[in-house]
Nanobody
Framework: VQLQASGGGLVQAGDSLRLSCAASGLTVSNFNMGWFRQAPGKEREFVGAIGRNSMTYYADSVRGRFTISRTNAKNMVYLQMGSLKPEDTATYYC??????????????????WGQGTQVTVSS
């Protein structure tokens, strides 16, 4: 299984950015696909996820600004980020979980992780 996150970069506050997660060795529609982020000196945190049920879930800090989607035909998951803030600066990871929906925000339930892509938001 491989999860390849891409699309990170340096942007200004208020800008938008789309991250992509290409999956191989698993079918994204059969897993809960999550996005997490880790800022320097901080713990990794849940950003959002799209469940096997196709519903989306978000952390309060990004709800209304970020959108997660999935393209089954390409076996890819996306994180569209808008109205970016300096506090969104972090390494972003995509991950896949075979767990139940109620655990979708729980990092420990994710079985597979990508390598991360850096997002830096300047003020």
């Amino acid at each position: 299984v491989q999860l390849q996150a891409s699309g990170g970069g340096l942007v200004q506050a208020g800008d938008s950015l789309r991250l992509s997660c290409a999956a191989s060795g698993l079918t994204v529609s059969n897993f809960n696909m999550g996005w997490f982020r880790q800022a320097p000196g901080k713990e990794r945190e849940f950003v959002g996820a799209i469940g096997r049920n196709s519903m989306t879930y978000y952390a309060d800090s990004v709800r209304g600004r970020f959108t997660i989607s999935r393209t089954n035909a390409k076996n890819m998951v996306y994180l569209q980020m808008g109205s970016l803030k300096p506090e969104d600066t972090a390494t972003y990871y995509c991950a896949a979980s075979a767990g139940i929906i109620s655990t979708i925000s729980t990092m420990a339930t994710y079985n597979f992780w990508g390598q991360g892509t850096q997002v830096t938001v300047s003020s």
